[in-house]
Every structure is written in structure tokens, then in C-alpha cells.
């Protein structure tokens, strides 16, 4: 699996230290999962959807599904990097995958699909995103889908309910 990946924001640059190295000599499951995480969070604060809003609001994000693929072994001391891009949203929620690619020889060594939903964080409920939100999901949509290539998805799992009219029958 080989993409351009350069035109996607970088989200996390991490070296991999010793204590992410499990008894196989690799990085365990555990610390993808971490770097992707990080990942997610700086994504986020890409389109206003950080800590300073969650903070202000009371507003966050719930995660609903998400899919990781192991593409290629990653060891102590390699750096990676790991880039975004949304695939879809609707209102309410927001589906999108990370790539982490191997600095040293530009390998991806794991993706990870995602769908995650805005909550209101005091009744542990999912809610609309707000308008300036959805502007700029929709500005980021529209860049990521002018990409050459299509985003290797599980296919599984997708935005369901969108807010666009439906054809009618």
C-alpha cells in the first residue's frame, strides 16, 4: 500500500523509546493506539475542535468505532510520523483515519479508521456540531477528496445518518 501522503496535515511525530518495546522487539499494540490518540487530539485542534473548545463549551467527542491495521514493525529508536485525513461527517459525526508512516524508509506501518461523535459532555449526549465546525469539517472534506488516491477503509463503517436530503421514492 503506497499513497502521497505528503498533502495531509502531520498530527504526531514520535521516536519510539524502550519502554514501548514488548517481549516480540517491537512496539506493542498498546503504543499505537497511544500515538494515534495523539493524533486525534491535534487533528482536532487542526479545525477548533481542541481542548480550548471542549473546555469552553463542555463540548467533546465520543469515539464509536474504530479499526487499526499492523502494515509493518516498528522498533526502538525509529521515529514515525502519523498524518490525517476526514473521510465524511454529517452533523453529529465525524469519520476519518490516520496513516502512521516508519521516518527512515517512508513504510506505513499501521492506519487506523475512526468514527467519533460531538457530545454535549453534560448529558453524555451526541449533538450537532456547531456551525463554524461543520464550515471548516466541510473546507477540510472538500481538500481531502481532491486527493488521487482513495483511503483504505474497512468499509464497515461510515457516517450513517447525513444531514443532506435524500432522493426521494
Given amino acids: ?8 496535515p502531520v498530527t504526531n511525530h514520535k521516536v519510539i523509546p524502550a519502554e514501548y518495546i514488548d517481549i516480540m522487539g517491537h512496539m506493542n499494540v498498546m503504543w ?45 529508536g525509529e ?4 498524518r490525517s485525513r476526514i473521510l465524511d461527517h454529517s452533523a453529529k459525526t465525524l469519520h476519518f483515519m490516520h496513516f502512521m508512516t516508519r521516518d527512515h524508509d517512508g513504510k506505513l506501518a499501521a492506519t487506523i479508521e475512526l468514527l ?15 456551525p463554524e465546525i461543520l464550515a471548516r469539517l ?13 483511503a483504505p477503509v474497512v468499509g464497515s463503517m461510515g457516517v450513517r445518518n447525513k444531514n443532506t436530503p435524500q432522493p426521494k421514492t
Fill in 1 to 8: 500500500m503506497e499513497f502521497d501522503l505528503t498533502p495531509l
Fill in 32 to 76: 499505537y493506539i497511544h500515538i494515534f490518540d495523539i493524533g486525534t487530539r491535534n487533528f482536532f485542534d487542526s479545525f477548533g475542535f481542541g481542548r480550548e473548545y471542549i473546555t469552553r463549551t463542555g463540548m467533546g467527542s465520543f469515539a464509536l468505532e474504530s479499526h487499526i491495521r499492523y502494515l509493518g514493525e516498528v522498533k526502538q
Fill in 79 to 82: 521515529a514515525v510520523t502519523v
Fill in 116 to 130: 467519533g461523535a460531538h457530545a454535549d459532555l453534560s448529558q453524555r449526549k451526541v449533538v450537532p456540531f456547531p
Fill in 138 to 150: 466541510d473546507q477540510l472534506l472538500g481538500d481531502h477528496q481532491q486527493l488521487s488516491w482513495d
